[in-house]
């Protein structure tokens, strides 16, 4: 009876120390986790702009690049709408430079919608907006590494949905002047003047200022 007593109790012992173990091994897989999230955390752009403004097509010359060499570090939301309005629930749009830049619009969101590769996003957009209309949306996307079904997107209640959505994230920061760039969700008129003028030089500035680079990094030297 003795030797079963003791049995039980290192039985006990054993199971006591495993389960210690595989909290410890939670905990320690928590951490590399959480020190992982860190590493990897970017900073937040949401880039507000319109498929026929002359001044959104200006700051692609800036975004292609940039976003070329420092995508890793960013985390980009591409917003088609700019000073754009709905009525009758998405029946009817406006937009500043006429009914083609409203087609514009909601083609580059089915396509953006499309993916959530970010590099891509930015390739197909770059593409559009050197374009002369919406018409070599196909080509862009394909261009990108992109396949689907614009014009099904474009002409369906998919495509209203998605510039309804546009409207709402631009209403957010209610822009005044169109390109306007975002970091983190607040909008900062200092960042912009600078963005607009060195849109790098502002990135790196940020990176740098929220300890987002490596320690040592050679970017954005």
């Known amino acids: ?3 079963v007593h003791v049995n039980i109790i290192l039985t006990v012992l054993l199971i006591f120390l495993v389960w210690q173990a595989i909290k410890y091994h939670q905990s320690l897989l ?48 591409l917003v088609p709408f ?8 998405g029946a009817i749009f406006h937009c500043q430079h006429g009914p083609a830049e409203c087609e514009g619009n909601r083609v580059q969101s089915c396509v953006i919608s499309s993916t959530a590769n970010q ?11 050197f374009a002369l209309d919406s018409s070599r949306a196909d080509q862009c996307a394909s261009e990108a590494g992109l396949r689907t079904d614009v014009d ?10 998605l510039q309804l959505q546009a409207e709402l994230v631009t209403k957010l920061y209610q822009p ?3 390109p306007t760039i975002v970091y983190n969700g607040v909008f900062n008129q200092q960042l912009q003047d600078h963005s607009l003028r060195d849109f790098r030089g502002t ?11 490596p320690s040592g990094s050679p970017v954005c030297q």
């Open 1 to 3: 009876m003795g030797s």
């Open 30 to 77: 928590r951490k590399i986790c959480r020190h992982s999230h860190f590493q990897l955390k970017q900073l937040h752009i949401t880039l507000l702009y319109e498929s026929l403004c002359p001044d959104s097509r200006n700051f692609m010359h800036q975004l292609g690049p940039v976003h070329e060499e420092l995508q890793q570090y960013m985390d980009i939301q």
């Open 82 to 89: 700019g000073k754009s309005r709905s009525e009758q629930s």
């Open 119 to 129: 590099s891509a996003q930015v390739k197909f957009v770059v593409c559009q907006m």
């Open 152 to 161: 099904h997107c474009a002409d369906s209640e998919t495509g209203t949905k």
């Open 176 to 178: 005044s002047f169109i």
């Open 203 to 213: 990135v790196c500035h940020l990176l740098r200022q929220q300890n987002l680079l």
